[in-house]
C-alpha cells in the first residue's frame, strides 16, 4: 500500500477569481506531477523519488511558485529554495538563495545523497552544483512575464502608513500562492517529503522562509509522519511546523488528522498565521489541512482513483 | 526566580589534553560571559537580554568557535552562523554565512525585532546590517593564528581511503570544541536562548550547521523550554534537536532532566551522533547533557553560586 500527496500553494485566491482556463491549466499541472509520483510507487519505487519526481515537475511548470514561475525579490531577481527528506534514516538535503540551478529539489537530493551536509546557501550551494556538473541556467528562465507584472504592481503601490520609514523591513507577501511540495509513503513503508519555492513576491534577498528548514517546512521520519508545509514562512519557522506534526504523533500519540487540525486550525489560526500542509503517515493515511480559502492540491493512495482539489 | 546556562562547545578533547593555563583561558571567558547575563538578570532584564549578552561575549572571545576565532572554511575565510529565540512570543531571528558582521548573535536579534523575517542568509544578510547601521569588520578581524594553524593541518592531511576521488564531499569536523550558547528565564518566567558558531574547520562555504537554524539549533517557548545545542549539526538538523526537546515536554509530558536524557544519551548516541546541549524550563530548572568527553559550560541561579565547568 502507498500513498502520494502533493500541493501547490494555500493562498487567499476566493472562488471564483481563477477563472475556468486558469483553473484548468492548475489542475493539468497537479495531475500531471500527481502522475509522476504516482509512477514511481506503482513500480515499487521509494518514497524520496516520489516525492522528487513530483516536485521536479511543479518546479518546471511555470504556474507554481517553485523553479520557472517563482516569485521575484525586490531586485527582481528569482532566488530559490527547496528541501528533502527521507524519512527511513533521517537523511536530508536543503538548499536555500540559489539563483542558477533548474531545479532546487534536484540539487537538495544531492546535498542529501553525496555530502556529508543538510544544508547549503547561496553560492556556496551553486558551488556544488557545478562541481556535481549540474548545468547552470541564466536567472532569466525562472522568470515570467506574470512574475514580474507582481512585482511592478507591489513596489509601484503607495507604501502603507508607518512604513515609509522604514520601507526595507516591510512584510511584502502578496502572492496569493506558493510554495510546492510532495509526501509520500512507498509500498516498503518508506516516508519522504519535499518542498520547494521562490519565497514571497518582493522579498529581500536573502530572506529564506520555512521551505528549506528541515523541521520547518519539511519532515520525514518512518516512525510517525511525512510533513510539507505552505503559507505564512516566518510563522512555519516559529512553530517548527513539520517537526511538531511528527512530534504531536510521536510523543503525544495523537492520530495525524488530530495533530493536524490541532496545528493547523488551532495553534496556527490563534498565531494569527494562515497556511497548509499535506501530510502521511506510517499507514498510508494522507491529510490534507489549510485555514486559507483554498490549496492547489492532489492525492493518490494504490488503488484509489487520484484526486486533484482546489477549494 | 530567574536562571542562566551558556556553553563553549561540547568535543572530544580528552582530560589532561588542556594544559593548566589554557583551561584558566576558558574558565575566564566562560566566567565573563555568564556574569554578563546574569547581570542583566540580577537588574531585571528580560531572558532575550541576557542570552544575547552572554553570546556576544563569547563571540568577542578568541578561544571559541564564534565570532573572532571561529574555525575557518575550505577557502581559508570565516563564515558566521547564529541565531535567537524570545519564548514568550515565539519570535526568532537568525544568519547564517555572514562574513562581516562582529557579533552575529546581534545580527539575529535586529532581525527578530526589524523586520518581518526570521532568517537572512550570505549578502542579504550583511545588507541588513549595513541599512540598520551596524559597521563591517574585516574578515581578517575573526581569523587567529591557530585557526590558520587548525586549516592547514587539515588541509595538510593526506585524503582517506575512498576520500580522494570525491576531495570535495568529505566531512572535515576536526575542531574539537564548537559552538557557544546560552539559554535564560528571567524573573518574569520569560524564556530565551541563543547560539553561534562558526560551523566546522574546513567546511565548505555556504554550509550550514543546525545552529543559525530555529527547532535545531535554538528553540524557546514559554510553555516548555529553551534550547541551545552544540555538536554533530547536521544530525542536530536531522533530528530537528531543540524543538524535539521542548515536544518531549510540550506533547510527552516528560521532565526536562528526562527529555535531555532520552534525547542525547539515549536517541543521539543510538545515530551515532555526539555533542550537547543546554535548557532551562518554565520553572528555572537548568539541565545540560552531552554524550562527548567534555563540555565547556556555566550556569547560574538567583540565590545560587555561579558555576564553570568542562568536565
Known amino acids: 500500500m502507498y500513498a502520494l500527496a502533493i500541493h501547490g500553494g494555500a493562498g487567499t485566491l476566493?472562488?471564483?477569481?481563477?477563472?475556468?482556463?486558469?483553473?484548468?491549466?492548475?489542475?493539468?499541472?497537479?495531475t500531471r506531477a500527481l502522475a509522476m509520483g504516482h509512477e514511481v510507487l506503482e513500480r515499487?519505487?521509494?518514497?524520496?523519488d516520489a516525492v522528487e519526481a513530483a516536485v521536479t515537475l511543479l518546479e518546471d511548470d511555470a504556474l507554481f511558485n517553485a523553479g520557472r514561475g517563482a516569485v521575484l525579490t525586490l531586485e527582481g531577481n528569482v532566488e530559490l529554495d527547496a528541501s528533502?527528506?527521507?524519512?527511513?534514516?533521517?537523511?536530508?538535503?536543503?538548499?536555500?538563495?540559489?539563483?542558477?540551478?533548474?531545479?532546487?529539489?534536484?540539487?537538495?537530493?544531492?546535498?542529501?545523497?553525496?555530502?556529508?551536509?543538510?544544508?547549503?546557501?547561496?553560492?556556496?550551494?551553486?558551488?556544488?552544483?557545478?562541481e556535481i556538473g549540474?548545468?547552470?541556467?541564466?536567472?532569466?528562465?525562472?522568470?515570467?512575464?506574470?512574475?514580474?507584472?507582481?512585482?511592478?504592481?507591489?513596489?509601484?503601490?503607495p507604501p502603507a502608513a508607518g512604513v515609509a520609514q522604514r520601507p526595507v523591513l516591510a512584510?511584502?507577501?502578496?502572492?496569493?500562492?506558493?510554495?510546492?511540495?510532495?509526501?509520500?509513503?512507498?509500498?516498503?513503508?518508506?516516508?519522504?517529503?519535499?518542498?520547494?519555492?521562490?519565497?514571497?513576491n518582493g522579498k529581500r534577498p536573502g530572506r529564506v522562509g520555512d521551505s528549506p528548514v528541515i523541521g520547518a517546512g519539511t519532515y520525514a521520519d518512518n516512525q510517525s509522519c511525512a510533513v510539507s508545509t505552505t503559507g505564512h514562512g516566518e510563522w512555519f519557522l516559529?512553530?517548527?511546523?513539520?517537526?511538531?506534526?511528527?512530534?504531536?504523533?510521536?510523543?503525544?500519540?495523537?492520530?495525524?488528522?488530530?495533530?493536524?487540525?490541532?496545528?493547523i486550525e488551532q495553534r496556527l489560526a490563534s498565531l494569527g498565521a494562515s497556511g497548509g500542509l499535506i501530510a502521511v503517515d506510517a499507514r498510508g493515511q494522507i491529510v490534507i489541512g489549510y485555514n486559507t480559502p483554498a490549496m492547489f492540491r492532489g492525492s493518490v493512495r494504490s488503488g484509489e482513483a487520484p484526486r486533484i482539489d482546489i477549494y
Open 171 to 200: 512584510a511584502r507577501d502578496d502572492s496569493p500562492f506558493g510554495t510546492v511540495g510532495a509526501v509520500a509513503r512507498d509500498r516498503a513503508g518508506r516516508l519522504a517529503a519535499a518542498t520547494s519555492t521562490g519565497g514571497m
Open 134 to 157: 549540474m548545468v547552470r541556467v541564466p536567472n532569466a528562465y525562472f522568470i515570467t512575464p506574470e512574475r514580474a507584472q507582481q512585482l511592478a504592481a507591489l513596489t509601484a503601490r
Open 14 to 30: 476566493p472562488r471564483g477569481q481563477l477563472d475556468g482556463e486558469r483553473e484548468q491549466a492548475y489542475r493539468s499541472g497537479l
Open 84 to 130: 528533502i527528506m527521507d524519512g527511513e534514516r533521517l537523511r536530508a538535503g536543503a538548499v536555500a538563495a540559489v539563483t542558477c540551478v533548474r531545479n532546487p529539489v534536484r540539487l537538495a537530493r544531492r546535498v542529501l545523497e553525496d555530502t556529508p551536509h543538510v544544508f547549503l546557501v547561496g553560492h556556496g550551494a551553486e558551488h556544488f552544483a557545478d
Open 238 to 263: 516559529r512553530t517548527v511546523q513539520a517537526h511538531d506534526i511528527a512530534a504531536r504523533l510521536r510523543y503525544g500519540g495523537a492520530s495525524l488528522e488530530a495533530a493536524v487540525t490541532a496545528a
Open 44 to 48: 515499487d519505487g521509494c518514497a524520496l
